[in-house]
């Protein structure tokens, strides 16, 4: 524990001291906030158009001083890379000045890491003491990608201990809050997701042009749905995940290295750069032409509202629905197979050692709470197992959850919460996520026909068809159980991002990428995008104090608070000197 705390001062003290010596590259006066209201592929034609102030040194600028100026708030940073990345947009400029050519697809475009990504000369702790003050030799096969298509990586980013959680703490960096505070309290007490947390949030406040994050059973989309930004999950083995880390433990499932970003053409050309190079295992490039689709061709999307372990939560289904019957296309909801069997299987592949390999470098450090349920249920006697499913079945009329709980040694109830984004992981399907709307009590509330099964209509969206799951995750989520409140509450997540996962099957990413852009084109403006956290989140110069009790609790998000625009919405005002978030 001695050991834990020491590490965590030294890094939090150097990441504080980079802060305060930032305004030594930034200057004094406050940039326009254009620059960082651009996407990445924006940026990149702003440049190559000569256009008057746009330059990859500036362009940085903006980027990074929105970062520092959300970090006292949502503590999203780990390493700081600023120097190397002025030194890099300086370089940028003065080749394009002398030459009239950009460097690549990303030339100038300012872009955060997922800490996982090695950077030569900076640590890749992923927030383990034990892996901590122990340099990269070389970059990870992406960063070089990135930097030799004139992309510039300025910091690396929060992530959840072991890499397994929906939310985003560890004992070294502390924790990654949710961009959207509380309606109730003005505080940021709900999580960002994991794993890609960090980045999630960072890009949700417009402080990073462009990231790239890593999914395993859902850590490129969860943080995706719940900070309201895009987020791409490739088919495994498309992009290299040389230097990204290690999968302790989950050597049987390839994970997915993947954009994250604020619009589908962002997505677009990360993967256009990405695909088929270097120590890809799925060497195929991106192929031109299958993301396009006929002018006025009728499409049919399929959907399903239940995944077995819980019923859809209401006003989902018809968000969707009704923007894509009005461009022209076809919906049509049917049943999936048994997904519980893509649960036991990737439960069988990761915790065949009891998750002994995964958390062995967590070493002296104290384990965050949100892991003890997570790596339980592989230790429990099988005897205690076998009980529990007999009193799921018996005595709760649960077989749903009592099935899952014998054969898969379920790790605990996010399990079956994560089966929507698990099940891809195991079919090694391409995965796209797209924020849609924002919770709506009004809208958003359970009602008896919900809870009865029956279909049911308010006139706007329609609740799901009878499709239901576990009763006992259905009523932990919607009614409280065994004394915990209910996790789904409406009106304390008014005003939170709620996305939707687009899946294509093996292989076909690029037809995946163009039916991405269809919906997201059909569902029009709705408050997303590159400068969308200018119009709804604030923050003040006061730090808002992160509860991080509240954020360990609940994977709930918050609201935004509608205020009138203020001078800060209007610049980017300098920092003042960072103060440590208390855990």
């Not at 990231?211 to 498309?238: E, Q, V, W």
Request: net charge positive.
């Amino acid at each position: 524990m001695g050991r834990t705390k020491d590490i965590s001062r030294q890094k939090r003290a150097q990441r504080e001291a980079a802060i305060k010596t930032a305004k030594d590259f930034t200057g004094n006066s406050p940039p326009s906030i254009e620059y960082t209201q651009a996407s990445a592929v924006e940026i990149v034609n702003h440049i190559r158009n000569g256009d008057q102030g746009w330059t990859a040194t500036r362009v940085l600028d903006a980027y990074l001083r929105r970062a520092l100026a959300v970090q006292d708030h949502i503590n999203f940073m780990t390493e700081p890379l600023f120097e190397s990345a002025f030194k890099d947009a300086k370089m940028l400029d003065e080749e394009f000045a002398a030459t009239g050519r950009l460097r690549g697809p990303l030339h100038g475009v300012p872009i955060s890491l997922k800490d996982l990504f090695h950077v030569k000369g900076v640590d890749a702790s992923i927030g383990y003491s034990l892996w901590a003050n122990k340099p990269s030799h070389a970059d990870a096969d992406v960063v070089k990608l990135i930097r030799e298509a004139g992309g510039i990586p300025f910091v690396k980013t929060n992530v959840p201990q072991t890499l397994i959680s929906f939310e985003c703490s560890n004992p070294v960096f502390g924790t990654t809050a949710n961009p959207y505070p509380s309606p109730s309290t003005g505080k940021r007490i709900f999580t960002s997701g994991g794993s890609s947390g960090g980045e999630a949030a960072l890009l949700a406040c417009d402080g990073s042009a462009l990231g790239l994050g890593s999914d395993l059973g859902g850590s490129l989309r969860i943080p995706a749905h719940f900070c309201g930004i895009y987020s791409f999950k490739p088919t495994p083995g498309r992009i290299s995940t040389r230097g990204s880390g290690p999968s302790l433990g989950f050597e049987s499932l390839v994970v997915s290295i993947g954009p994250m970003a604020r619009s589908v053409a962002d997505l677009k050309v990360t993967c256009e750069l990405l695909f088929g190079k270097l120590d890809s295992k799925l060497p195929i490039p991106y192929r031109p032409g299958l993301d396009t689709f006929d002018s006025g061709r009728k499409l049919k999307f399929g959907y399903y509202l239940s995944g077995m372990f819980r019923g859809m939560a209401p006003g989902i289904s018809t968000m969707m629905n009704q923007p894509l019957r009005a461009a022209g296309h076809e919906c049509v909801e049917f049943r999936p197979p048994k997904i519980s069997d893509a649960l036991r299987i990737f439960i069988g592949l990761t915790a065949a050692d009891g998750y002994r390999a995964l958390t062995k470098p967590i070493g002296p450090d104290p384990k965050e709470s949100f892991l003890f349920l997570v790596t339980l249920g592989p230790r429990l006697p099988g005897f205690l197992r076998s009980s529990a499913a007999w009193l799921a079945k018996t005595v709760m009329h649960d077989p749903i959850f009592a099935e899952a709980f014998r054969n898969s040694k379920i790790r605990s109830t996010l399990s079956p919460l994560a089966i929507s984004t698990i099940v891809f992981n195991v079919t090694s399907s391409p995965v796209g996520v797209i924020p849609v709307t924002r919770v709506d009590p009004s809208l958003d509330h359970i009602t008896e026909e919900w809870k009865s099964g029956a279909i049911a209509s308010d006139g706007t969206r329609t609740y799901p068809s009878g499709r239901r799951g576990s009763k006992i995750l259905e009523k932990t989520l919607y009614e409280g159980f065994l004394g915990d409140p209910k996790r789904y509450d409406p009106v304390a997540m008014a005003g939170l991002p709620v996305g939707i996962q687009i899946v294509g099957r093996w292989n076909e990413d690029e037809k995946l990428m163009g039916l991405m852009k269809i919906v997201d084109d059909a569902l029009g403006e709705r408050g997303f995008g590159p400068g969308s956290s200018f119009k709804g989140l604030q923050f003040p110069e006061v730090p808002i104090k992160l509860d991080t009790k509240g954020i360990k609790k609940t994977n709930r998000v918050g609201k935004t608070k509608k205020t009138k625009e203020t001078k800060e919405t209007k610049e980017i005002k300098e920092t003042k000197e960072t103060k440590e978030t208390k855990e």
